[in-house]
Antibody
Framework: ELQVVESGGGLVQPGGSLRLSCAAS????????MTWVRQAPGKGLEWVAN????????YYVDSVKGRFTISRDNAKNSLYLQMNSLRAEDTAVYYC???????????WGQGTLVTVSS | DIQMTQSPSTLSASVGDRVTITCRAS??????LAWYQQKPGKAPKLLIY???TLEIGVPSRFSGSGSGTEFTLTISSLQPDDFATYYC????????FGQGTKVEIK
């Protein structure tokens, strides 16, 4: 069964760092672009970052450029999001997701909550 | 950046109603548009991709149309399980979501 499971969320102070992880199973992880999408409490969905199959291309929403880094380890079927210089506005549920071949998102994790607060 | 604008923001409807949600892109995105359904506390679920292609397992009462800058999601006969929030997403250039349309019980 296709599955992506996020971990690593929690409470962090403004200016702090957090690393999210996503474990993928049930599909050929190395063959797919992967993505992170977030959703602030009570708000809509916001795309955060994409990474190509081999990690050679990475794209970010403007609001996280220079602060967040997406990466992957195909040997471990894992996706990561390193988040530095966190701000209150980064508070959200972060979803790890698989991109379909055309670019849509066809599989989502259950999400992990990141709360940035003092 | 490509902006996506959904309308309406909230829609009140009854079981059996035909429902249409509109999504407009700030510039042409060809047919690179997807629709998702999200229920409270759950991850979004893909309904339609490439503007009009139904994802496997999604009921045929859902349909999508449009290209360029104007797109619609139609539910032909609203069912109790369909009360949820719906999002469009463009993936022509990076990715952007619409702000969502909440379909609630009238």
């Amino acid at each position: 069964e296709l599955q992506v499971v996020e971990s690593g969320g929690g409470l962090v102070q403004p200016g702090g760092s957090l690393r999210l992880s996503c474990a993928a199973s049930g599909f050929m992880f190395s063959s797919f672009w992967m993505t992170w999408v977030r959703q602030a409490p009570g708000k809509g969905l916001e795309w955060v970052a994409n990474i190509k199959q081999d990690g050679s291309e990475k794209y970010y929403v403007d609001s996280v450029k220079g602060r967040f880094t997406i990466s992957r380890d195909n040997a471990k079927n894992s996706l990561y999001l390193q988040m530095n210089s966190l701000r209150a506005e980064d508070t959200a549920v972060y979803y790890c997701a698989r991109r379909c071949s055309s670019g849509c998102i066809d599989s989502w994790g259950q999400g992990t909550l990141v709360t940035v607060s003092s | 950046d490509i902006q996506m604008t959904q309308s309406p923001s909230t829609l009140s409807a009854s079981v059996g109603d035909r429902v249409t949600i509109t999504c407009r892109a700030s510039q042409s995105i060809s047919s690179w548009l997807a629709w998702y359904q999200q229920k409270p506390g759950k991850a979004p679920k893909l309904l339609i991709y490439k503007a009009s292609t139904l994802e496997i397992g999604v009921p045929s009462r859902f349909s999508g149309s449009g290209s360029g800058t104007e797109f619609t999601l139609t539910i032909s006969s609203l069912q109790p399980d369909d009360f949820a929030t719906y999002y469009c997403q463009q993936y022509n250039t990076y990715s952007t979501f619409g702000q969502g349309t909440k379909v609630e019980i009238k």
